[in-house]
């Protein structure tokens, strides 16, 4: 089938990719195949490779679980990637929560979760659950990155979201700003849940975009305390160095 034949079959999206092709957000060399119904990516695979992987989904004891090991409800942690602001995963980080460019956060939650699959991570996961943005930033930004990941993650596994049982009450200043104890305050008693006993006994899977002190998980765990019987677990796409 040539070119001009498959852009046709294919409508208005293919010929907008063939004028538009996506590019790699940190080279901007083209990442399109010639399969115009192939997932779209923000990465080419050399960037891809570059990003320094944690490899923490068969490892446990990581440095992810370090961060909320003392609270005897939580199962296991993961993160996709090491953080650092030196490095290109800053780049695409600030691209998806900044730059209205969350297909970059569905790409790298859709490979983390392929990823995942190769181990038994996902396996006894009830529910995913997205750390939720307050609603004035939600408008601001049009999108909560998070919800995003978590998509991609059960578009892989399978494993249901749910963005109804806790919501963010109190439109708290960015933890990027805050530094040391500062963290901790910042995210007190900023969530609340709603309908605890729909989520008795779930082991869910909370999900954020980067886990620096884990302050923000740690609230969002306290809050769901009203989930009798639940455990918890967490993922991110990225943990900080």
């Known amino acids: 089938m040539n070119l001009l034949k498959q852009l046709l079959l294919n409508g208005r999206d293919a010929i907008g990719s063939f004028v538009y092709p996506d590019r790699c957000v940190l080279c901007q060399n083209i990442t399109e195949s010639e399969d115009y119904n192939a997932p779209r990516k923000s990465l080419c695979p050399v960037c891809l490779k570059k990003l320094e992987h944690t490899n923490q989904f068969d490892l446990r004891g990581n440095s992810t679980e370090d961060v909320f090991y003392q609270d005897n409800r939580f199962e296991k942690g993961a993160s996709f990637l090491f953080y ?3 490095n290109n995963i800053n780049q695409l980080v600030y691209a998806f929560k900044y730059r209205h460019l969350p297909d970059v956060a569905t790409y790298l939650a859709t490979e983390a979760a392929i990823e995942g699959l190769q181990s038994d991570f996902f396996d006894d996961i009830d529910v995913i659950i997205p750390i939720p943005l307050h609603p004035i930033r939600y408008r601001k930004r049009g999108y909560n990155q998070s919800e995003y990941i978590a998509q ?15 919501s963010r009450i109190r439109n708290n200043r960015q933890q990027a700003l805050t530094k040391g104890k500062e963290r901790e305050t910042n995210v007190k008693g900023i969530f609340q849940v709603n309908h605890p006993e729909e989520m008795y006994r779930k082991h869910i899977l909370i999900v954020d975009d980067v886990i620096t002190t884990g302050s923000t998980i740690r609230s969002c765990m306290e809050a769901m305390k009203e989930f009798r019987g639940a455990r918890f677990s967490v993922f991110a796409l990225a943990k900080a160095i």
Not at 152 to 166: E, G, N, R, W, Y
């Open 84 to 86: 650092d602001k030196e």
């Open 152 to 166: 991609a993650l059960s578009q892989v596994t399978k494993i249901p979201t749910d963005t109804t049982h806790v």
